[in-house]
């Protein structure tokens, strides 16, 4: 099982790239998301999100981020540029019955690479959280998102070979 912790969320700035992060942990297989900020709106419309598209992903604050990285029962994965390449450690972290994988915004406080058990690179140049969490969720869950299903879903898609062909169930 694999959680997300989303660090430095601004509400005035991010509730873009956060939502793609929140609905990109669940398309390839997070059980939920921690935020350390609350977004009332941002987090109602991944719900939303959730209650067409269908599964048990989560959304929610959490009170403290460093108690819920000290305290959660697994392993704690930092996503950093600065960190040990992915397939290094791809076994040790697959290995795992429970994980957590940290994604930051802006810069994230210096303890997050001490409380972390390993400072995980998707290679050692800039990009996006969003890219770093789609690839590694894609390397430890070995490919979930190509054959992820979505409990109670109201909406469906059938893959088509062009065109928008979908399936709706109330
Ligand atoms: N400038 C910030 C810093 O020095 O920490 C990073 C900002 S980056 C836009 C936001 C997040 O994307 C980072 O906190 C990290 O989680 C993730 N990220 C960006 N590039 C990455 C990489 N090459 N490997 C792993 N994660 C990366």
Redesign the pocket.
């Given at each position: 099982e694999v959680y997300v912790l989303r660090?430095?969320h601004r509400p005035e700035r991010d509730k873009r790239i956060s939502t793609h992060v929140a609905l990109t942990a669940r398309a390839f297989g997070a059980r939920g998301i921690y935020f350390d900020t609350s977004d009332t709106r941002l987090f109602e419309s991944v719900r939303d999100v959730v209650d067409r598209w269908g599964g048990e992903f989560f959304i929610e604050r959490a009170e403290s981020w460093k108690s819920l990285i000290k305290n959660f029962e697994g392993v704690k994965v930092?996503?950093?540029?600065?960190?040990l390449p992915l397939p290094d450690k791809l076994h040790e972290i697959r290995n795992a019955d429970k994980i957590l994988v940290?994604?930051?915004?802006?810069?994230?406080p210096p303890e997050v690479y001490e409380l972390s058990d390993y400072n995980?690179?998707?290679?050692?140049?800039?990009?996006?959280?969003v890219?770093?969490l789609a690839i590694?969720l894609d390397r430890v869950l070995e490919g979930h998102v190509f054959n992820a299903e979505f409990e109670d879903a109201r909406l469906r898609v059938i893959p088509s070979e062009r065109g928008k062909k979908i399936i709706e169930n109330d």
């Open positions: 660090l430095g930092h996503l950093t540029m600065y960190g940290i994604v930051g915004a802006e810069k994230v995980i690179a998707i290679g050692n140049q800039p990009h996006s959280e890219a770093a590694f």
